[in-house]
């Protein structure tokens, strides 16, 4: 895939994402999806082809009223790319950690993608 190839497949990932669009944010990924999720040096999600993260998607939407994904940087090189990323979600739920549904949470981050087959092959979250 060329450079503007994966960016684009990362925006409409995110805008999917950002929208809360299950089904447009599968169709950016191989069938074969491998997905984890780092939070403060911790894995917090873990998912196994497309099936696993479409369940994952529709569960971690329910915790959000509305939520922004953007990103700040990008590199792309071979089969490869990353961005970081500011968050911002105003929280449906109470979080065990004290926050409060209609509290927004605001995290900076890195994305890791892999490509293959022209769809994210490969992606691994990290967060503070």
Do not use: C
């Amino acid at each position: 895939m060329e450079t503007h190839e994966k960016r684009a497949l990362i925006e409409y990932y995110l805008d999917a994402y950002n929208s809360f669009d299950v089904k447009r944010m599968i169709a950016a990924f191989h069938p074969d999806i491998e997905f984890k999720n780092f939070s403060g040096g911790k894995v917090s999600a873990i998912a196994s082809g497309i099936e696993q993260f479409r369940v994952l998607a529709e569960k971690s939407e329910k915790m959000f009223s509305s939520r922004q994904r953007s990103i700040k940087t990008f590199e792309a090189t071979g089969d490869q790319a990353s961005i970081d990323i500011e968050y911002a979600g105003v929280l449906a739920v109470d979080l065990p950690n004290g926050m409060k549904a209609g509290e927004t949470l605001r995290l900076t981050g890195h994305s890791d993608f892999v490509f293959q087959d022209q769809k994210i092959y490969r992606l691994t979250d990290y967060s503070g």
